[in-house]
């Protein structure tokens, strides 16, 4: 499975951004899709995930209320609507994939992993 992520770019605060993941390759099985984000100098830090049908998702308290993740399973692609930005959110924004479909905010139970979109946020 190769992830593709798109989306980033800089904006100033309170403004908006959508961030797109499209998986190709052998994306058959119900899997998971997450977004995570690194900050320089800091760990990977989950953001929001959801499941295969888009019934269960889940949020970091820091993005809550602000960040929405969806998913369309027919363009195998997942999204992140980013509303209210504020410089705290500025990183380097990856998508993964969990092969056994669970919605979990460690990094190490993601199988694959994209390349990563670049968000800065500025004051």
């Known amino acids: 499975v190769q992830l593709q992520a798109s989306g980033g770019g800089s904006v100033q605060a309170g403004h908006s951004l959508r961030l797109s993941c499209t998986a190709s390759?052998?994306?058959?099985?119900?899997?998971?899709m997450a977004w995570f984000r690194q900050a320089p100098g800091k760990e990977r830090e989950f953001v929001a995930g959801i499941d295969w049908s888009g019934d269960i998702t889940d949020y970091s308290d820091s993005v809550k209320d602000r960040f929405t993740i969806s998913r369309d399973t027919a363009k195998n692609t997942v999204y992140l609507q980013m509303n209210t930005l504020n410089p705290e959110d500025t990183a380097v924004y990856l998508c993964a994939a969990d092969l056994q479909g669970a919605v979990v905010s460690w990094a190490y139970d993601y199988d694959y992993w994209g390349q990563g979109t670049l968000v800065t946020v500025s004051s």
């Open positions: 390759g052998r994306t058959g099985g119900s899997y998971s």
